[in-house]
């Protein structure tokens, strides 16, 4: 045992000098990890300019709310109504707390096609502020959320005629208009169309309230984009057959002079669309026509077939 054990400690003169280099070095090492761990002073660190920052930005941020709270106080008239803001003149939305050019920016949206079926809606027109909405909203005569639409089958009574039902079931050859009887789209009003055959007052207001959103239809394709119209095609082609589209009524916007609020007011074009493209026109210039407007990157060709109709070049 003992000449093992001298075997394994046996060192030559070159292990012998490395380990004489070497403990020296871990002792050294040992102490140091000694001294950081467990006896080194703790540094004292001097917090008194983080707490004046600290207090600078809470002044900044309570002046702030301040600011915030007087301007919504000094927004907010002293005495409210109730109103229903589609179509309301410039004097009422100033007596609200909108100065004139921001209700003329709300007659504007309005003169595009917009219009405010809901609560919402208004709160989402950049010319008000959230505070006043907040103010205004229990005066606001108009629903809090837009109203759905049902898909049940029900019978109506027309003006002048039999009782007829609407249900997504083939239109049959004796719902066919009589010969000559055609309406033009964009100008029948709602008693216009329930008084052709197969078409209810449900299929009437949808009609309407898509022509007020498009501003016009160019074409009866577009029948098929009416909510109440999705899902039916044996309906549209129905309708087809008793309507037609006279194009010199479509609304169309003025490319070259619109406001982002004017173009987002289109069905067609979304907020951020019509920011893309009102900066295109700042960048590049007036459009000469209107397929300059595909040279805009979130302009593909399909969109285009579909707004080219709605826009206005000089």
């Known amino acids: 045992m003992n000449e093992r054990l001298k075997d394994v400690l046996d060192l030559h003169s070159g292990e012998r000098r490395a380990l004489r280099l070497l403990l020296p070095f871990l002792f050294l090492a040992a102490c140091w990890v000694a001294w950081e761990q467990w006896l080194a002073p703790t540094p004292q660190v001097d917090l008194r300019p983080y707490e004046r920052e600290l207090a600078l930005l809470d002044s900044l941020q309570a002046a702030r709310m301040a600011e915030r ?51 919402p809606d208004l709160a989402r027109m950049r010319v008000v502020d959230p505070d006043l909405f907040a103010a205004w909203e229990p005066y606001i005569a108009l629903p809090d959320e837009r109203p759905t639409h049902t898909r049940a089958t029900r019978k109506v009574e027309r003006p002048a005629g039999p009782e007829v039902e609407e249900t997504n079931a083939p239109f049959s050859p004796r719902e066919m208009a009589p010969s000559g009887q055609h309406v033009d789209v964009n100008t029948a009003d709602s008693a216009a169309l329930v008084a052709l055959r197969g078409i209810g007052p449900s299929f009437a207001r949808g009609i309407v309230r898509y022509r007020e959103l498009l501003g016009g239809y160019h074409d009866l394709d577009q029948l098929a984009e009416v909510y109440v119209l999705r899902d039916k095609p044996d309906a549209i082609a129905r309708i087809r057959e008793l309507l037609f589209v006279d194009t010199l009524h479509v609304k169309r916007i003025p490319l070259n002079t619109c406001s982002v609020e004017e173009l987002a007011a289109h069905v067609y074009v979304n907020w951020d669309l019509a920011r893309t493209i009102v900066a295109y026109r700042d960048q590049h210039g007036p459009f000469r026509q209107r397929e300059d407007l595909l040279g805009c990157h979130r302009v593909d060709s399909t969109l285009f077939r579909k707004l080219a109709p709605y826009l206005q070049v000089p």
């Open 69 to 119: 709270s007087d301007r919504s106080r000094s927004l907010v008239p002293d005495s409210l109504f109730v109103f229903d803001p589609n179509h309301l003149p410039v004097p009422d939305w100033m007596a609200l707390g909108l100065s004139q050019k921001q209700a003329e920016a709300i007659h504007r949206y309005e003169a595009a096609g917009g219009r405010f079926r809901a609560k």
